[in-house]
C-alpha cells in the first residue's frame, strides 16, 4: 500500500557532496517520523539522522555535516550531506513511520526504501 523510493546515491570524493532524496507514495493518513540510516560494509545499520514535528536528531559522526530535511505536503525526506568522508560509505536507507489511510486513520507502520549506495574515494 505505501511505497518508498530513494535517489541521490553515487560516487564522491572526499570532501564533496550529495544529496539523498525519499519520496513515499500510497495510502497515507500521515507521516509520523522520517530518517536516514545506514549500513557500512560488514557492519550493523545505524541511525544517521531522523526528524519528527520539526525536531532533528543526528548521529554524532555526522553532526556540522548532514542535514535532514522533510516536505509533508510532498511526503519526502532528504539528507544533505556535505564534506563526505570515505567512512560514511554504506548503503543509506530512507525509512517513515506513517499512518495509513485514505480518509480515515488507519495501522501505523514502518517503512523503508530499498537502499542507495554512497561511496567516498579518490
Known amino acids: 500500500q505505501v511505497q518508498l523510493v530513494e535517489s541521490g546515491g553515487g560516487l564522491v570524493q572526499p570532501g564533496g557532496s550529495l544529496r539523498l532524496s525519499c519520496a513515499a507514495s500510497?495510502?497515507?493518513?500521515?507521516?509520523?517520523?522520517m530518517g536516514w540510516y545506514r549500513q557500512p560494509p560488514g557492519k550493523q545499520r545505524e541511525l544517521v539522522a531522523a526528524?519528527?514535528?520539526?525536531?532533528?536528531n543526528y548521529a554524532d559522526s555526522v553532526k556540522g555535516r548532514f542535514t535532514v530535511s522533510a516536505d509533508n505536503a510532498k511526503n519526502t525526506v532528504s539528507l544533505q550531506m556535505n564534506s563526505l568522508k570515505p567512512e560514511d560509505t554504506a548503503v543509506y536507507y530512507c525509512?517513515?513511520?506513517?499512518?495509513?489511510?485514505?480518509?480515515?486513520?488507519?495501522?501505523?507502520?514502518?517503512?523503508w526504501g530499498q537502499g542507495t549506495q554512497v561511496t567516498v574515494s579518490s
Open positions: 500510497g495510502s497515507i493518513f500521515s507521516i509520523n517520523a
Open positions: 525509512m517513515m513511520t506513517i499512518t495509513v489511510g485514505d480518509v480515515t486513520a488507519g495501522p501505523r507502520y514502518t517503512y
Open positions: 526528524i519528527a514535528t520539526a525536531r532533528t
